[in-house]
């Protein structure tokens, strides 16, 4: 199957939205918590922030109500139709830019962007480290990227358990988090934060379209519970998930 089709295919029952989710949402509860310690906003500033593979916009519509100015890009059409659909519907749309595009050819200004968010990307592009380089560049000086991918030492990989979920949504690899690191540090960033995310039962609703269904009643207080034994398994057996943030150092 052609990887466009793929991600149109995963972005079927995908609909417009009316709210911007909140820093308690379960799917996107370690990438907000990330972003809100990592990614600040400057009063006067007109900071920009490039959401590669922004999906419908959950996170470029979280990042543009607090002011920054966000340009997404996604290789599937119905998910950019939909992001700008809801910018209408949120009025964001003065601070929200959406457009149909392949990182890997999409021309990038040069010493541009303030931020780059990055999450579960890589995973699916065949020269990661060619587009990584192209991101650095692409960043101003002391610059940041949000990365995030999947991990190789989470426990359901390793029993393989996900083989047949990895090839449904297209994942060319998994990463350990040296070899992360090195292919940002090539790039010529340095690391500022890491850490080690999602334990085996939040990955195992993730992945398993029967469980998975029960994340939608994971709401308020139950939100924190989870998490607090998801760090607990990550402890125990491993992480299946990784973020990195490199900042573009002043050389």
Known sequence: MKRNKLYEIFHKSSKTSYRIISENNFTYFNAIRIINRYIKK?????????DIGCGVGSISFYLANKSFNVFGIDISRKAINIAKKTAKNLNLKSKTAFQKA??????LKENYYDYVICLEILEHIGKDQLTINKIYKCLK??????????????PLYKLGLTRKF???????????????????????????????????????????????????FIRGPFVSVFMLIDKILITLFGESQIYLIGIKNKS
């Open 42 to 50: 400057e009063k006067e500033k007109n900071e920009k922030v490039l």
């Open 102 to 107: 392949n990182i890997q050819d999409f021309l």
């Open 166 to 216: 990895d090839k449904k949504v297209g994942h060319l690899r998994r990463y350990s988090l040296e070899g992360l690191r090195k292919k940002l540090k090539i790039a010529g960033f340095d690391i500022e934060y890491q850490e080690k995310t999602e334990g085996v039962l939040r990955n195992l609703l993730f992945i398993n379209n029967s469980l998975g269904k029960s994340i939608r």
């Open 141 to 154: 000086t002391e610059g940041k990227i949000i990365i995030s991918v999947p991990s190789k030492n989470t």
